[in-house]
Structures are given as structure tokens and as C-alpha cells.
């Protein structure tokens, strides 16, 4: 019995610390990935956002082209589509899978990334929920 009270003890620490948005961020778009449902880089992001496939679209603000951040906004707000902004370009090539891991599991060869559009969020999770609750505060 004490085992099963200890396991049930340590199940609920991980639930009550929640979820913040970019780890949730992070976690929708492994799962995108996983099921093809990601669009990376900006040709690919732009023809996702002209035919209406896109659910979202994330956007890295230390992006050094100007035209850039105002094509992908004016596509989203034109076409009604939730966007995030992320901080650095390198951070969301990691989480969009555009580099490879070394046999410690740290990141090599990074690819820098200013946008991405998560065409099939892939599966209901806990950090689907926490991204769609976002979005319907914001509205």
C-alpha cells in the first residue's frame, strides 16, 4: 500500500505546477511535427496562409527583415488566423525541428527560423487546450 500512496503522492506535483504558454507552444508544435501537419520557413508559411490550412502561425520577432513581419501579420489578421510571437529565431528552428541532436541530446547545427504555421495541431493534448484558452481570452 505504500507504494501505491507514494505513486499517487508524486502523480499530482507535475498536474498543479499547469502549463505556461511556451511550453505549450513548444509541445503543439513537436506534435505538428510528428504529424506533418507543420509548415517552416516563409514559402511554405505564406502558400499554408493564402489557402486557409493554417490553425496557427508563429512568428519570431528578431527577424532582420521588415517586409517579412508585415506580410506574415497582414496574411493573419487578413485571413483571421491566431499568430504567436517568439523572441529568437534560433529557439523556434529548435522547436520546429530544423536542427540535429549529438548523442548528449544537445542541439547541433541549428538552422534559424523567423516563421511557422501549424497546419494539423496532430493530437488533443493539454497544450492544445492551454494555447486554445489563450487565444479565446485574447478575443
Same mark, same amino acid.
Given at each position: ?9 508524486? $502523480? ?7 502549463? %505556461?504558454?511556451? $511550453?505549450?507552444?513548444? %509541445? ?33 520577432? =528578431?527577424? $532582420? ?16 488566423? =491566431? ?13 520546429? *525541428?530544423?536542427?540535429?541532436? %549529438?548523442?548528449? *541530446? ?13 497546419? %494539423? ?19
Amino acid at each position: 500500500m505504500s507504494e501505491g500512496e507514494a505513486a499517487a503522492a508524486v $502523480t499530482p506535483v507535475p498536474e498543479a505546477g499547469g502549463m %505556461d504558454m511556451l $511550453t505549450a507552444l513548444k %509541445d503543439v508544435l513537436k506534435k505538428a511535427l510528428i504529424h506533418d501537419g507543420l509548415a517552416r520557413g516563409l514559402h511554405e508559411s505564406v502558400k499554408a496562409l493564402e489557402r486557409r490550412q493554417a490553425h496557427l502561425c508563429v512568428l519570431a520577432t =528578431n527577424c $532582420t527583415e521588415p517586409a517579412y513581419l508585415r506580410l506574415i501579420e497582414a496574411l493573419c489578421s487578413e485571413h483571421s488566423i =491566431n499568430l504567436i510571437k517568439v523572441a529568437d529565431q534560433m529557439e523556434l528552428g529548435e522547436w520546429v *525541428g530544423l536542427c540535429k541532436y %549529438d548523442d548528449e *541530446g544537445k542541439p547541433r547545427n541549428l538552422v534559424k527560423c523567423s516563421c511557422c504555421v501549424v497546419k %494539423d495541431y496532430g493530437e488533443q493534448s493539454e497544450a492544445l487546450n492551454v494555447l486554445l484558452e489563450h487565444f479565446k481570452s485574447q478575443n
